[in-house]
């Protein structure tokens, strides 16, 4: 098996290898042109991107090719996806900036680390979702759709749909239909506090 099957498999591969090595410094060149601001990157970079989604330069990824966007998508500013396997985010979802979504990780095990050994474990945003800026998103996560995660959030576990959850480790607070406002704390910066920054 390839170490790419087993990556996107969710099994232990070397990062190292010559393949995914290649892979990335691919991202890297579209990367660097989607910061100088080129047009008509995304769907070179991307593995499938939804009418109307912007992506806010400088962003991060590793290969780009395992990451899906839905329709009308943004991404703000400073936002890292490490996409060693599926990253898949809903139609109408917003994440403010400086967000994190990990699936990369690492055995416990010192000694398969010194190997160079990692896995990864996919991260679903839901649909309309809402991510504050700042928020770390750990491997393996799925957040539901409609939910706010406060900003500054690092969420270790699944969030349901319709709730507003945030802290550190990231916990339900409320159900949406308990909260006709904007979250305390759940701003994403950059704009009002229900856009997501978006311009």
């Keep these: 098996m390839r170490e790419e099957e087993k990556m996107l498999a969710g099994a232990l591969y070397r990062a190292g290898d010559p393949e995914l090595v290649a892979k990335r410094e691919r991202a890297r060149r579209l990367l660097e042109r ?20 912007e992506i806010v330069a400088p962003f991060f990824c590793d290969y780009g090719s395992n990451i899906v966007l839905g329709a009308r998508v943004f991404l ?5 996806v490490l996409d060693s396997t599926s990253v898949e985010i809903g139609d109408d979802a917003l994440l403010g900036p400086g967000v994190h979504l990990y ?8 000694a398969l680390r010194r190997q160079g050994l990692e896995f990864a474990a996919p991260v679903t945003i839901g649909p309309g979702a809402w991510i504050g800026g700042r928020v770390v998103v750990c491997p393996g996560v799925r957040i539901g759709a409609g939910s706010t995660v406060g900003a500054g959030s ?21 159900p949406l239909d308990a909260a006709p406002g904007p979250p305390g704390g759940g701003g994403t910066g950059g704009g009002g506090p229900t856009t997501g920054g978006r311009p």
Excluded: K, S, Y
Aim: charged fraction near 15%; hydrophobic fraction near 40%; aromatic fraction near 0%.
């Design 154 to 174: 690092v969420v270790t576990r699944d969030v349901p749909p319709g709730v507003v959850a945030a802290g550190n480790p990231c916990r339900v607070l409320r």
């Design 34 to 53: 989607l910061c100088r601001g080129e047009a008509g990157v995304l769907p070179h970079l991307l593995g499938a991107v939804g009418a109307g989604t």
């Design 103 to 110: 699936t990369a990780t690492h055995p416990l095990d010192p």
């Design 76 to 80: 703000n500013t400073g936002c890292v």
